[in-house]
């Protein structure tokens, strides 16, 4: 028998084609477990990046700036109910909890004026942000439930 050698055939193509496939969907299969940890990720980096903003206009203005958290809708950083200085929603998913802080004050030396934690539950895990007295540091971790 003798072979054609001037193209493929259509089951080299079809064959060729369903490699492609499914290559292309083994990478898109774990994308949406990815986008819940770069989403989490996300937002304690801005939470925290924002607590640090509130933290050195305190000591950079020598104001109190006062942090509160509204459940799982937004939290607010003001010099007083009128002046705001900024305000950021917080993500679908996210929900503060109940029985810790609910606010906190940075004082003009740059530290808060209570110590104690805001716990935030997403998706199976809860997320601590630690504040001390005296330092001014904050310190984050996550727990599984």
Do not use: C
Not at 26 to 53: N, S, Y
Not at 66 to 92: D, G, H, W
Not at 132 to 141: F, L
């Amino acid at each position: 028998m003798k072979w054609n050698s001037r193209g493929y055939t259509l089951l080299e193509a079809l064959l060729v084609l369903m490699m492609i496939s499914a290559m292309l969907l083994i990478t898109v299969i774990p994308f949406p477990k990815m986008q819940k940890q770069l989403d989490k990720q996300m937002f304690i980096t801005q939470l925290r990046a924002d607590m640090e903003r509130a933290q050195m206009y305190a000591l950079s203005h020598q104001k109190s700036v006062f942090l509160r958290f509204y459940s799982s809708e937004k939290y607010v950083a003001s010099l007083s109910s009128q002046e705001i200085l900024f305000t950021r929603k917080v993500p679908e998913g996210f929900e503060f909890l109940r029985g810790g802080m609910d606010s906190i004050t940075f004082l003009p030396t740059g530290n808060t004026n209570q110590f104690g934690t805001i716990a935030i539950k997403y998706d199976h895990q809860i997320i601590q942000f630690t504040f001390y007295i005296g330092k001014g540091r904050i310190n984050v971790k996550e727990e599984s439930l």
